[in-house]
């Protein structure tokens, strides 16, 4: 089953990119609604057991970000910080794999509920994959200030190779990496097939840019969206980037 969630405030709900990504644009009540809203469309087609996660604990690693990450820039916004945080929080997966995670950003709201302040379960194997070695080094660095077991890793790599490759198949893929030759975001599509058969029934495999990704998106979401291929898959619209949720 296929669907969309599109909250009615998307579209004004803009954070400025470059300027700063700590800031506040709602009400913190505002954001839990919507994002509350958002994993209810999740429970409702079957890829959440549940809603709850600790808000406490999301703040302290928000915290934790906002003071020891270096982030040039990020297209995360705080909703999305939420909401990925949450799905971690409420999945726990022990395994996780990033594609495409930049400075770390991206990657940390996925793993921060498994390490470092925000941590509400224990994972075995946490992996962000950023193709540029300079950026890797970045985003390994930001994570050593707040995970100090080493059980979050950022690795300097290709993630059709880590996820082909890795010995054990990720519980939740999370995908935001562009692909070179104008793939852009096409390249989503190849990393899943890379490691889809090894991944177990029910397992999360989440695309940020499900709204903006523009054309070359578009296979891998009529990919997903078949029932042929996962049980279930949610259009999450809480801002302009938009995330792809679904469920093999």
Not at 175 to 199: F, Q
Request: include cysteine.
């Amino acid at each position: 089953m296929a669907r969309t969630y599109r909250h009615e405030t998307w579209d004004a709900y803009r954070m400025d990119y470059h300027r700063d990504p700590h800031k506040v644009l709602e009400p913190i009540e505002t954001e839990i609604a919507v994002v509350g809203e958002a994993l209810n469309a999740l429970l409702d087609d079957g890829i959440l057991p549940h809603t709850d996660y600790d808000m406490e604990k999301m703040l302290a690693h928000r915290r934790a970000v906002r003071d020891l990450f270096e982030i040039p820039w990020t297209a995360i916004t705080p909703r999305m910080q939420r909401l990925l945080y949450a799905i971690n929080a409420i999945a726990q997966p022990q395994t996780m794999i990033a594609a495409g995670v930049f400075c770390g950003n991206t990657f940390i709201s996925n793993a921060g509920a498994a390490v470092g302040p925000g941590a509400c379960y224990t994972a075995k194997d946490l992996i962000g994959v950023e193709i540029r070695p300079e950026e890797a080094e970045r985003a390994e660095r930001n994570v050593r200030r707040i995970d100090a077991t080493g059980v979050a890793r950022v690795v300097a790599a290709d993630a059709i190779d880590v996820v082909r490759d890795h010995p054990v198949a990720p519980d939740v893929l999370y995908l935001d990496a562009d692909g070179s030759g104008g793939r852009g975001k096409g390249i989503y599509l190849e990393i899943l097939e890379a490691c889809y058969d090894r991944m177990r029934p029910g397992a999360i495999i989440l695309a940020h840019n499900s709204l903006n990704g523009g054309p070359p998106v578009q296979p891998y979401l009529d990919w997903v969206r078949d029932p042929a291929h996962c049980c279930a898959s949610v259009n999450v619209i809480i801002d302009i980037e938009g995330l792809e949720v679904s469920m093999k």
